[in-house]
């Protein structure tokens, strides 16, 4: 019995089968409508399913990493480089990915598709209905930049965790976990083991959940898209086009800076690290490569063990660079769906709320993380609607290559803060040499 349930969780963990899924999802949404109107039930519990253990694990990865990053014991000086460091790094992901999808404007040709407009105006799932084309698409109340932003600010952490309200949690728990850190910076205590004790746990009932992936993205699908039609494959795969190119063409751009870096040939570069690439392709998990990595950049190209031992765990989690791409593109998409024009204070405002909004991405998974979204096209007058189930089509398609971007990105980022530590240390002994007093110098015996 046991070796015949290994087989089986073997089958569901095989990528070209939860591929399969996916493709025959889309297929009985596509030919088979009626039918696929009857998985509505099972879709929408295992949506449920996947969120039971979303909140403790951006909680506790937000808490922690910051923590950590305040008690270490590095200078401010050095902690405030690691923080500009990665935080003009995400800056720029995010403009580019903002600049990418106004220039490649993905989605713009299908805003008259009658199909397209059904899937928008769908709920996202909770129900299948009738939809009137022509009735005029409708748009939430357009919310200020201002208001957004005082919104992310719990009044009542219990209500925010109540109510599921990703970026107030988040919020909280970044000033939870910088306070933590100064706190236990002059006690000497940690505050932080109890909780990551039980990270391990929820990262366990995150993953016996998504065995049965297959099985939830093929309800999924056939209910999302069983008032499509084939346009909206058209639509997926340049929406996924355009994704790709951000992340391959960032990921070249994060391979020189750390051929750069390393001190040896771009070849022996990438081989070097190498490992940690297969990896995360293969097993689209960021955290899960971070040993890997960590070992890659200290032993195979020479990098600073302590330095990367720090940057590379609390960089990973919470800069989600991949994550910022398909934010950014994906919200421009549905603008351009909707066939709205932004001026540039909206174009400016998609890459602060992309940023902000990936920070709460950490750790969730299925519609939690796509509808994320949602927070960065309210403010805009604009729902996220039924395009959900485009996300979770392209998703897959994109997912490998972002992994791979990520965690190159990751790698750069720390061998740039190693530099800056080998620079800053030549500074100190240069000035501790000027600093020291001249030897005496020896009598003339002339």
């Not at 409708?138 to 201002?146: A, D, I």
């Not at 009044?155 to 933590?180: D, P, R």
């Not at 297959?214 to 355009?242: D, E, K, Y």
């Not at 805009?380 to 395009?387: D, F, I, S």
């Amino acid at each position: 019995m046991a070796r015949i349930l290994k087989k089986i969780f073997n089958i569901l963990e095989n990528p070209l089968f939860i591929f399969a899924c996916m493709i025959l999802g889309i297929l009985t949404g596509f030919f088979y409508k009626d039918l696929a109107v009857k998985f509505l039930p099972f879709a929408n519990f295992y949506a449920n399913l996947l969120q039971i253990a979303v909140i403790p694990i951006v909680g506790i990865t937000t808490l922690t990493s910051l923590t950590k990053l305040i008690t270490h014991g590095t200078s401010d000086a050095y902690i405030s480089k690691i923080v500009a460091v990665f935080g003009s790094m995400i800056v720029i992901t995010a403009v580019v990915a903002v600049f990418a999808g106004y220039v490649a404007s993905p989605g713009k040709n299908m805003s008259s598709d009658p199909n397209i407009v059904k899937i928008v105006e769908d709920g996202g799932g909770n129900q299948v209905r009738e939809i009137s084309l022509d009735e005029p698409i409708e748009k939430v109340q357009t919310v200020s930049v201002l208001d957004f932003i005082v919104d992310t600010v719990p009044k009542n952490i219990f209500t925010a965790l109540a109510h599921a309200n990703m970026l107030q949690i988040i919020v909280f728990c970044i000033l939870l976990g910088i306070t933590s850190g100064f706190v236990s910076r002059k006690d000497k205590k940690d505050r932080i083991m109890g909780l990551e004790d039980y990270l391990p746990v929820f990262y366990k009932i995150n993953e016996k959940i998504l065995l049965f992936l297959p099985l939830g993205a093929f309800c999924l699908l056939a209910t999302q898209l069983s008032n499509t039609s084939s346009t909206i494959l058209s639509t997926i795969l340049s929406l996924a086009l355009v994704m790709l190119s951000v992340m391959i063409t960032l990921t070249i751009i994060c391979s020189i800076v750390l051929w750069r870096f390393s001190g040896k040939s771009y070849f022996e570069t990438i081989k070097g690290i190498s490992e940690t690439l297969i990896m995360a392709f293969s097993t689209q998990s960021s955290i899960t490569c971070i040993p890997r990595a960590v070992r890659n950049m200290t032993e195979n190209l020479g990098f600073d063990q302590d330095t990367v031992s720090l940057t590379l765990p609390l960089s990973v989690p919470l800069c989600l660079f991949s994550t910022i791409c398909f934010y950014a593109i994906g919200t421009i998409f549905v603008v351009n769906i909707f066939n709205e024009s932004l001026g540039l204070s909206s174009y400016i405002f998609i890459v602060f709320a992309t940023l902000l909004t990936s920070f709460a991405a950490s750790g969730s998974k299925g519609l939690v993380y796509y509808s994320l979204m949602g927070g960065i096209l309210a403010p805009l007058g604009l729902p996220l609607g039924g395009t959900i189930a485009l996300f979770v089509a392209v998703d897959p398609l994109v997912d490998p290559f972002g992994t791979v971007f990520h965690m190159y990105a990751a790698c750069c980022g720390s061998a740039i803060c190693c530099h800056l530590k080998k620079k800053e240390g030549k500074k100190e002994r240069a000035s501790e040499t000027k600093e020291s007093p001249p030897p005496p110098s020896l009598p003339d015996k002339t």
